[in-house]
């Protein structure tokens, strides 16, 4: 019996030692699974953002490039007498409207769009550019675009399988004194806009899964030919067209990443339709896979866009997570080693703290530890790196008054901070917050605090901080990206339609005036044939100058498309609104666009109006103001009309 206790003590000794380093290995693992998930996170949120704004960007222009057919006074009537004619009486109008805007269609293949459609009101195909030969055939029961434009004759943009093209349309109606006579159509390609991704998000490659159910009921066979089945879901098809056409994949595994993604079973969540990223690891090597979904017309899981991308920060977590289990399994054999040796247990327990010691002031975050009563009792080196205190002003003063700012409350105390007060009820807390350098400067941090438990009660906080200041400047940058005219620097159409709902919304609450502006350029398309495009974006960009030194702070300026802007005058009335237009308009007349020791003159016509309280949403607002500049422009042009 004697000899034997020795031997289940030391058993015992070795469970409990197992049993902890599993626990510190599940431990580390949702560490590791927490911080994958938070950069994963970020990643496809990026990625979501890019997609969007690549095609508002194609919308806008498409809008534009529409708004540019309608001005002209030959297409519409050509198009019309055409939908009323049949035979060779049909074919020869067809002809002429082919000839007519060919040179606009090779300005569309310039910009990456080759296909271009005119549909009749019934939705049979009228003229294809992309291929003239083919015309006639109905559309309509195969295109919810064509189905939903008829229903509400606005313009659409959005992905769409069809019989012989997969990609994104934007369709817009066409409508000659208040009736529909037809749709013109414009596509893009997933190349096309993997290549516009590929620029915005360089080091990526995209690919693009499709919908089994939606190709099988709407794309010819040849269409289908060009499509194999994704490995991973049987739901879906990758479209071979794109898997190897981009220069980002030559470096790419791509079919050990796709296998590695089939193992990972993902067709639950790729049939859930929301964007998700998952990391992947070959060869040692951390990858991200970001799933965007994209939706069709009638809001159906059209597929997926899958951007796959070598992520370095991946693959360290994965070895900081390897190393951490190599470093617990190391304490842990020397704790065990401590208890069975406790003669040694002072000095093994002092060499057991300085490796603890090693390991924070190793990483890269910013760690600290307060006590129950707020004291410093332990700051890595980090944190003293980040905040630019050293490490003797924390432990001689509070932490929390040194380094936190409190939004909207500068000198709220360390019993109320959400970082102190959330550890302390036994309960993990991870935030935005926004910490200050010794300098006064303050720099944005995702703080996680967790309590300090020792003998099952909690003794204290450990918080530990990391610094997003890059991370919130791309966010930044990229929500201007959305909301900002590149060439003007104006506000785009997007932006200022929002800001002229929040204004109808203050009108009807205070009820004050409130004037709206359409601003367009008289004969602009000269300026472009005679000086030149850059001529012509020269006079765009010294209008949005000329017109800003005018404006008060709180008036809006904003470029709707083309040479179109507009012009939001808060607080303004009628006489104030007509004055400030008078002043643009003779600003502009007086003050020509100097460019190459030339001067090239332009003049403005000028639509007002003011908002109405009647006014149901923006659009009733913009017609009004759109009539009154089309009354200019009928009534002489270089003049200013209200409505």
């Keep these: 019996m004697s000899n034997e206790s020795p031997k289940i003590r030391k058993i015992s000794y070795i469970l409990v030692l197992l049993g902890l380093y599993l626990s510190v290995a599940l431990y580390l693992a949702d560490t590791r699974r927490d911080k994958e998930q938070q950069y994963l996170g970020q990643t496809v949120t990026l990625l979501n953002t890019i997609y969007q704004a690549s095609l508002d960007r194609y919308a806008l222009a498409m809008d534009s490039f529409h708004d540019g057919l309608l001005r002209r006074s030959d297409i519409l009537p050509l198009l019309q007498a055409g939908s009323q004619a049949e035979g060779m009486e049909q074919q020869i109008l067809r002809e002429a409207l082919y000839t007519q805007l060919l040179p606009d269609y090779h300005d569309l293949q310039a910009r990456g769009i080759d296909q271009w459609q005119f549909h009749l009101p019934d939705g049979r195909s009228y003229l294809r550019f992309h291929a003239p030969h083919i015309h006639g055939d109905n559309l309509l029961s195969v295109r919810p675009s064509l189905q939903q434009v008829q229903g509400d004759p606005v313009p659409r943009y959005g992905f769409e399988v069809g019989r012989l093209f997969i990609g994104f349309r934007f369709v817009h109606p066409l409508i000659d004194q208040g009736k529909l006579i037809g749709s013109m159509e414009t596509a893009v390609s997933f190349q096309q806009i993997s290549q516009t991704l590929s620029n915005l998000a360089p080091g990526q490659a995209f690919l693009f899964l499709l919908h089994r159910e939606t190709v099988d009921a709407v794309s010819l066979i040849d269409v289908r030919r060009q499509l194999r089945p994704a490995v991973i879901s049987k739901d879906f098809l990758l479209d071979t067209r794109n898997v190897f056409a981009q220069s980002d994949t030559e470096n790419l595994p791509l079919d050990a990443l796709l296998a590695q ?143 936190h700012c409190h939004a909207g409350n500068e000198h709220l105390s360390l019993s109320k901070c959400p970082i102190f007060t959330a550890a302390l009820k036994g309960q993990s807390y991870e935030s935005d917050e926004m910490f200050r350098r010794r300098t006064g400067e303050l720099f944005p941090v995702v703080v996680t605090s967790r309590p300090m ?28 990206l959305a909301t900002t005219d590149p060439l003007t620097g104006l506000c785009n159409r997007r ?149």
């Design 261 to 403: 993604l089939a193992r990972d079973n993902l067709s639950s969540r790729l049939e859930q339709g929301e964007h998700f990223a998952v990391a992947i690891y070959h060869q040692s090597l951390g990858y991200s896979a970001s799933f965007i979904p994209v939706y069709s017309f009638d809001s159906s899981l059209g597929g997926y866009i899958l951007a796959l991308h070598p992520q370095p920060l991946l693959t360290s977590i994965q070895w900081e997570f390897y190393s951490s289990l190599g470093i617990s399994l190391l304490a842990i054999l020397l704790l065990g080693w401590l208890l069975l040796s406790l003669h040694h247990q002072r000095q093994r327990a002092l060499q057991q703290k300085l490796r603890l010691d090693a390991i924070g002031q190793a990483v890269g975050e910013g760690i600290y530890v307060l006590d129950l009563e707020g004291r410093t009792l332990y700051v890595n080196e980090a944190t003293c790196r980040l905040t630019g205190f050293n490490a003797e002003k924390f432990y001689s003063d509070n932490i929390h008054h040194l380094i």
């Design 453 to 480: 438990i020792e003998n099952g009660k909690i003794t204290g906080v450990v918080t530990v901080f990391r610094d997003i200041s890059e991370r919130k400047e791309h966010e930044r940058k990229l929500a201007l």
């Design 495 to 643: 932006a200022f339609i929002e800001r002229l709902h929040k204004e109808q919304r203050l009108r009807q609450r205070l009820q004050h005036d409130s004037a709206l502006i359409m601003i367009d350029f008289d004969h602009f398309k000269r300026i472009n044939d005679d000086y030149g495009h850059k001529a012509g974006d020269e006079v765009l960009k010294h209008f949005a100058r000329m017109a800003s030194d005018c404006l008060r702070e709180t008036d809006l300026l904003g470029r709707l498309g083309g040479e179109e802007f507009a012009l939001l005058l808060p607080g303004t009335d009628l006489q104030g609104a007509l004055h400030l237009a008078e002043r643009i308009r003779q600003c502009l007349e007086q003050n020509p666009t100097q460019m190459d020791n030339q001067q090239i003159p332009m003049t403005l016509s000028i639509g007002l109006t003011l908002l109405d309280e009647n006014d149901s949403d923006t659009s009733a607002a913009l017609s009004r103001a759109d009539k009154a500049l089309y009354q200019a422009k009928n009534r002489g042009r270089n003049r200013v009309e209200t409505a």
